[in-house]
């Protein structure tokens, strides 16, 4: 069906005040080259607010200062999927949480940035698997509120599901229709999702282990390095960080030890 709705051009003059407004909310820093990305985003915003400009909508931002978390939440990208990067989630249930729940009896785990929650919920299925999940806390953690209401709710498509085997799909979740999954409320319930912006918000502390993994992508260096000071507060001595398979702290942070744990890059706090 053709839109009824038509939009005027995002001009650059107003992409730069409307990335200089996210960059100040999120930290996130948007190119140049996003344009075309950031005018589709806001067009969802524009359509439902019933404005047919972007200049509208940013003056409406200035005027609406509640708007700024709708504002937030179409600008995140939030990709995600069950077990992502295996080899990551292989060295933390191998080796990184035993290791931790022998040492202490219990560990801390932190998922900043965990989007609609499959991180959380993989680590959370790793841990009963190893039967430690009465053993851990995990706190899980986005800027975006409507990607924590979902986490909350816990029902997947099934294309995010494309790398739980069936023994797991058929211990943890329910089947809802075709397409769609729900997962086992018990393990909503040891999860603790909140909504915490990285740039803005108090850190917690005494982690045993942080993941942060494809967010600070999205950051400029200086935020990037701000905020891995902040993770490196946040954690307990002996503590692992986790970072993208495709990122790194070189030139970020130089307080990590480096190890390689099986196949997988692990940052640990001395
Ligand atoms: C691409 S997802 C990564 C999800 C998951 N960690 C993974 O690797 O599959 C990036 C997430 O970072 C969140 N994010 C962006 N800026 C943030 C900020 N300033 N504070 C907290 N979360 C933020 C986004 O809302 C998004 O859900």
């Known amino acids: 069906?053709?839109?009824?709705?038509?939009?005027?051009?995002?001009?650059?003059?107003?992409?730069?005040?409307?990335?200089?407004?996210?960059?100040?909310?999120?930290?996130?820093?948007?190119?140049?080259s996003k344009i075309v990305l950031l005018s589709n985003r806001l067009k969802k915003r524009?359509?439902?607010?019933?404005?047919?400009?972007?200049?509208?909508?940013y003056n409406y931002l200035l005027t609406h200062k509640e708007e700024y978390e709708k504002f937030v939440n179409v600008i995140s990208t939030n990709e995600t999927y069950f077990f992502r990067s295996e080899n990551q989630l292989e060295a933390f249930s191998n080796m990184i949480l035993p290791l931790i729940i022998n040492r202490k009896g219990y560990a801390r785990i932190w998922s900043a940035g965990c989007s609609t929650g499959d991180e959380p919920y993989s680590l959370a299925i790793m841990a009963d698997t190893l039967g430690m999940l009465n053993k851990v806390e995990i706190l899980a953690t986005d800027i975006n509120s409507e990607v924590i209401e979902k986490a909350r709710k816990g029902i997947y498509n099934n294309r995010?599901?494309?790398?739980?085997?069936?023994?797991?799909?058929?211990?943890?979740?329910?089947?809802l229709?075709?397409?769609n999954y729900k997962i086992n409320p018990n393990l909503t319930s040891k999860?603790?999702?909140?909504?915490?912006?990285?740039?803005?918000?108090?850190?917690?502390?005494?982690?045993?282990?942080?993941?942060?993994r494809?967010?600070?992508?999205?950051?400029?260096r200086d935020i990037q390095k701000e905020i891995v000071d902040?993770?490196?507060?946040?954690?307990?001595?002996?503590?692992?960080f986790f970072i993208g398979n495709a990122e790194t702290l070189y030139i970020i942070s130089d307080k990590f030890k480096y190890l390689k744990i099986g196949n997988s890059s692990v940052y640990y706090k001395e």
């Open 160 to 175: 995010r599901l494309k790398y739980v085997n069936q023994q797991i799909l058929n211990k943890y979740f329910v089947k």
């Open 191 to 212: 999860i603790n999702f909140k909504e915490h912006n990285l740039v803005k918000d108090e850190y917690p502390k005494n982690l045993d282990v942080i993941f942060c």
């Open 46 to 57: 524009m359509k439902l607010l019933n404005l047919n400009t972007y200049d509208e909508y």
């Open 1 to 32: 069906m053709s839109d009824p709705q038509s939009f005027d051009t995002l001009s650059p003059q107003l992409f730069s005040k409307f990335s200089k407004l996210i960059y100040q909310l999120s930290g996130i820093y948007m190119k140049d």
């Open 177 to 179: 229709d075709e397409e």
């Open 230 to 240: 902040k993770f490196y507060n946040s954690l307990t001595n002996g503590g692992f």
């Open 214 to 220: 494809n967010v600070m992508i999205y950051f400029n």
